[in-house]
C-alpha cells in the first residue's frame, strides 16, 4: 500500500504534451490524481479551481527559452495563493543557477529532467506527506483559534444596558484571538448595578486563562449583591493560585445605587476611570489598593463620589491610553479626554465606536495591546444635532 494519501493532486504543469502524458502515468500508477496543464495561465487557474496538494512545474514555457523567468513568476504566483503549497520544479539536466534560483523563488525541491522515476516519486511521496502534516496542523491551529475567540466572545460580549436614567455601553478588542482584557456589567437587585473592568498582565492565551477565570468568579459573586471590596477580597483569594510567577490582575470594581446614584469603588493598580462632570472639570478615580496578585494583604478600601445627572464615567484598559503611532508617541490621557469631549453628543455606542477609531487612527489601524472601553452616562440628553458636541473647555480642566 501506498504511503501517501490516494486521494492526494498532483498538478503538473509543462508546455511538452509527452512530458505532461509521462508524468501522469509514472504518478497515476503511483496512486495520485493528476491535474495537467501546458502553460503558467492554466496551472494558476487550476490551482485556484482544484486546490492541488503538490505541484510539479516546468521552468521554461516559450520555444528556445531558458531563463526559467516564466517558471519563476509561476512559482510566486502559486505561492502568493497557498502558502503552504509544495512545489517540485522540473529543470534541464545540469542547469544549478536555474535549480537554486527556483528554490530562492519558493520551490521546495527540484527534479533534473530527464528524470530518475524512483527519485522523483520519492520527492513527490515526502512532499506531500509533509503538506498533509502541515495543512492538519494549520486546520487544527485554526480550529483552535476560532474555539478560543468564540469563548473570548461569551466571556467578554460587547455590553448595553439601560436602567432607570443610568446607560452603560463597554465593548473588548483583544489584539489576538484571545486577550487578558475583562469587563462585565450586572443587575443583581432593582436598585443596583455592578460593573468592573479588569487587566491581566500578559497577552494571549495565558492572559485569556486568567481573565476566563476572573468572568466566572466575578460574575458569580457579583449576584450576591456584595459590597466591592467583599466581591474583589473573594475574588484574590480564588485566584491566589493562578497568579504566580509574577502574573497579577489590575481590576475596578464598583456598585452604584439607582436611586441615591452614589458609586461605591475599589481600584486595584487600574487605570484612574475619568468622571466627567456637567458643569466642571474631570476626576479621577485612583487607585485605592496595589494590584490582585503582587500584595497579598486583603485590604480593599472602599470610596464613594455621588453621580449627577449630565455626567459621564468613562472605564478603560492601558490598550488605550498606550496606543502608540510609528514614532512611538502614546495616545495618551488627554487625547482621551480629547475624544471623549468630541463624541459627547453621541448614544453611548456611538461614542464608543468613534473614540475607539481615533485610537485606531493614531495607531495606524494597529492595537499592540488589548484595548477595553466602557461608557456610563447619568441621565444624558443627547444633542443629535448635525455638530452638536461638549464643550472641551468644560472638561479638559486639571
Known sequence: MSKHDPKAKVLVADDHEHVREALAMLLRADGYEVILCSSPQDAVSAAERDLPDIALLDMNYQRDSTSGIEGLELIERLRD????????????????ELAV???KAGAN?????????????EKVNSLAAYARGARSSRKISEFEREEAHTLQTRIVPSRHL??????????????????????????????SLHFCIADVSGKGTPGALIAAMLYASVSTLSCSGGSPDLILREVEHLLRDQLCDGRYVSIFYATLNLKSHVLEYVNAGHCPPILLRANSGPQYLEATRPVVGLV????????RVTLRTGDRLALYTD???EAADSDEDEFGAQRLLQALASAGHLHPEEQHGAILQQVRDHASGGL???????????????????????????????
Do not use: C
Open 319 to 321: 490598550g488605550i491610553t
Open 81 to 96: 495563493g497557498d502558502s503552504m503549497l509544495p512545489i517540485i520544479a522540473l529543470t534541464a539536466w545540469g542547469n544549478v
Open 101 to 103: 534560483k527556483a528554490m
Open 368 to 398: 499592540s495591546d488589548d484595548a477595553t472601553l466602557i461608557l456610563v452616562s447619568v441621565g444624558l440628553q443627547v444633542d443629535t444635532s448635525p455638530g452638536a458636541s461638549l464643550p472641551l473647555a468644560d472638561i479638559v480642566r486639571f
Open 296 to 303: 497579598f494583604d486583603n485590604s480593599f478600601d472602599v470610596h
Open 162 to 191: 439601560r436602567s432607570g436614567d443610568i446607560e452603560i455601553y463597554g465593548e473588548s478588542s483583544p489584539v489576538g484571538a484571545v486577550g487578558g482584557d475583562y469587563f462585565g456589567v450586572w443587575q443583581p437587585t432593582a436598585d
Open 109 to 121: 525541491d527540484f527534479v533534473e529532467k530527464p528524470w530518475n522515476s524512483p527519485s522523483l516519486l
